[in-house]
Nanobody, 117 residues
Framework: QVQLVESGGGLVQAGGSLRLSCAAS????????MGWFRQAPGKQRELVAT???????NYGDSVKGRFTISRDNAANTVNLLMNSLKPEDAAVYFC???????????WGKGIQVTVSS
């Protein structure tokens, strides 16, 4: 099993920045891909960004150019730097992990990000 714990959420003004972190523990050697999804009230869950152990990244269209995902394999953490935040970025952000690319077996509990206009 893999446990994922998110941190760093909160309230920020539109145009501001916020950094999310996710710490993984447990059977972490099996993990290839880590990343973030988000879900806003009344909306479907959507991919934000993912990164593989090799450093290959993938971003959702709505965050490209504003968000940056990074990973510290030694520390078993993945970070998401969110710049130029918009009210529509407000959501619960979930850290995810996958043994096989694209198959997100493990999910954190989620952390709230609120963006005021």
């Amino acid at each position: 099993q893999v446990q994922l714990v998110e941190s760093g959420g909160g309230l920020v003004q539109a145009g501001g920045s916020l950094r999310l972190s996710c710490a993984a523990s447990g059977s972490i050697l099996r993990i290839n891909e880590m990343g973030w999804f988000r879900q806003a009230p009344g909306k479907q869950r959507e991919l934000v960004a993912t990164i593989t152990t090799a450093g290959t990244t993938n971003y959702g269209d709505s965050v490209k150019g504003r968000f940056t995902i990074s990973r510290d394999n030694a520390a078993n953490t993945v970070n998401l730097l969110m710049n130029s935040l918009k009210p529509e970025d407000a959501a619960v952000y979930f850290c995810v992990a996958a043994v096989l690319t694209g198959m997100y077996n493990y999910w954190g509990k989620g952390i709230q990000v609120t963006v005021s206009s």
